[in-house]
Structure formats: C-alpha cells, structure tokens
C-alpha cells in the first residue's frame, strides 16, 4: 500500500499480454490507521472495481514466520495475518 507500488502495478498492467486475464488484485500491507493506505485502496477500487480482495493487514507475525521456515497459518494461525490470508484463500476458491 505504497504509492510507488501502485505506479508498479499500472506498468505490469501496460506491460501484459493482452492474451492474459487479470482476475484479482490484493492488496498487502494495508495499513487501517494510515490516511495512506486508505486512499491507495479507494483508488485500486475505483479503478479495478470488483477485482479487488480485502487487502492484506500488515502484521509482523507474517514477516516473522519465514525466519521459522514456517507458514502463517503454522507460526500463528490466530494472527491478522493467517486470518487475512484465510479469508482470501475462501474468496479466490468461490
């Protein structure tokens, strides 16, 4: 949720094949108390539409994990994180 991040995501869009179907966008390290982050969502949206997950909460518990050469859901399944990523796994399998 960065703005720089969000200028990434226009040129791989203007970079893709016109053969490839951009399904879902997630955004990740959504920050709720940032006026930042808000606005980056609300733009995703407005531009994306429907095509946008509920973003991924930021959570140190998610950056830890790995130095345990563990998943989320393994390191902290009661976690913003493991729930965020649950809930989006639930979305994309509908």
Known sequence: ???LALRGVKQVIELLSENI???KIIPTFYDKRTRKSKEIL???KNFFKDKVTKPIRV???ISECSSFHKTIFEYDPG???AIDYKSLA???II
């Open 1 to 3: 949720m960065d703005y």
């Open 21 to 23: 179907k951009l399904t």
């Open 42 to 44: 609300e733009d995703l």
């Open 59 to 61: 959570n140190v518990r």
């Open 79 to 81: 976690s913003r994180g």
């Open 90 to 92: 639930e979305e994309i």
